[in-house]
DNA sequence: CGGCGAATTGACGGTAATCAAGCGACGTGG
DNA sequence: CCACGTCGCTTGATTACCGTCAATTCGCCG
């Protein structure tokens, strides 16, 4: 796959889902110009807290996980993105977090500076990061209920309900190991595999050979864990 | 006081600490033609959870606290804010917090829809709240990490450096209860409690007798223990 | 088959929640 | 003026949940 392809974002796969579905195909050509596609592997680092915040960019496929670090090395997983979601800090000086793929991800990726310019330019495109922020917002304020508040089984529970949310039917594929997902729950892993083995003990939920792969069969008995 | 001064924006105390200040005086008349003050006791419920999500407000004085409530009635406290700072949600259809204001407060409200076109119509205006957003979803994701990993004292003593870092003096006027602090920090009020007579013990901090006045007195023990 | 990393399971201990009592400040009314 | 009730804070005793440490087990690939 070439580097750059700016000129096709017409049939791109998030034209719809991302920010630039608030463009039309004219106003999308400028920021068609500025961006640069880039392929990178599951464990890869996007971005380092504390780094200069050069860049800005749209999930095409694939997903990650953004991270905060404590001074002695803990790490909390703080929220978590995947196709159509914009990733990046314009009109900030330096990035306060590290971004790290959980599989193979392809970004479409945009100088700060240029997107900044490109968003002065297009209102609806400013308009647009504005609603998917407060949306975030809303999202890491639901998470502090979660992990200030809620039991592990709770966590658990929760958890796959958002994955459930997505997928429409009753299975979900865990786009993450067990120590991501201790990491975004604030958890251990040894925690997290208990609560699992637990749910599947009680028919709640069903899982394959790996553990990646979650069959829910009793939705409402999770729904009512989810509040604990 | 009169219920409404639109026209006095010019020398109104937060002009230059607010989303205000990224208008120049002759830009502010529009929104000053869509605003009404409000004052508010403490205790005072600004907005429920789930509401219809009618307006929009700075806050000209006072602090309040942000709140989401678990399905069998727990308390998160996700966000305090006060002088300067704004409270609503433009292009949401309907709001997801209940505001409490901690002490007596003044608003500047903004009918939501009005509020909306006005943004539309001043880009500064919109950047400013961008702006503003995104350092509240730094902040969201700060508390994710302190709520999920961080030891009860060293909530308690960030707590306290995040009070110490708007006053520069040493010594903090708590603006809530032990109650209000536990909701904040994911604890409960005997642990709050205990904490801060810790903290007394080991000379790190002292209180007068109420408990709303503390003076820090190594701030570099402090500092040690907040990232526990 | 052997080796490796991830997941599971078990035993134990620590931290903070829970339950319960007591204290101090303040305001009201007798 | 003092008795009394209330409210917020503090302190104590006990418990439960989850983290830590450690040992297997499982799945995968060479």
Redesign the interface.
Request: aromatic share 2%; glycine share 4%.
């Given at each position: 796959m070439t580097p750059s392809q700016p000129s096709h974002c017409h049939d791109c796969l998030i034209r719809d889902s991302s920010l630039c579905a608030s463009l039309c195909d004219a106003e999308l050509a400028t920021l068609s110009k500025i961006s640069r596609r880039k392929a990178v592997p599951a464990g890869a680092v996007i971005s380092w807290e504390g780094d200069d915040n050069a860049l800005c960019a749209n999930i095409v496929s694939g997903s990650l996980k953004?991270m905060?670090t404590?001074?002695?090395g803990?790490e909390?997983t703080?929220?978590l993105l995947s196709d159509g979601d914009f990733i990046g800090?314009?009109?900030?000086e330096s990035g306060?977090?590290t971004a790290i793929a959980l599989s193979e991800t392809m970004l479409c990726l945009y100088p700060r500076a240029s997107f900044e310019r490109v968003m002065?330019d297009q209102?609806k495109l400013?308009?647009a990061?504005?609603?998917r922020?407060?949306r975030?917002?809303?999202e890491?304020?639901?998470?502090?209920?979660t992990?200030?508040?809620?039991s592990a089984k709770a966590r658990i529970a929760s958890f796959l309900l958002d994955l459930l949310r997505d997928r429409s039917s009753g299975s979900v594929e865990l786009p993450m190991s067990r120590g991501d997902i201790g990491d975004y729950?604030?958890l251990t892993i040894e925690t997290v595999s208990r609560q699992f083995t637990e749910l599947k003990s009680a028919g709640i939920i069903a899982a394959d050979r790996g553990g990646r792969s979650i069959s829910v069969d009793d939705v409402a008995a999770l729904q009512s864990l989810a509040?604990?």
């Open positions: 953004l905060k404590t001074a002695d803990r909390q703080v929220g800090q314009p009109f900030a306060s977090l002065s209102p400013e308009r990061l504005l609603e922020t407060m975030s917002l809303n890491a304020r639901e998470r502090q209920l992990l200030a508040r809620k729950l604030g509040d604990d």
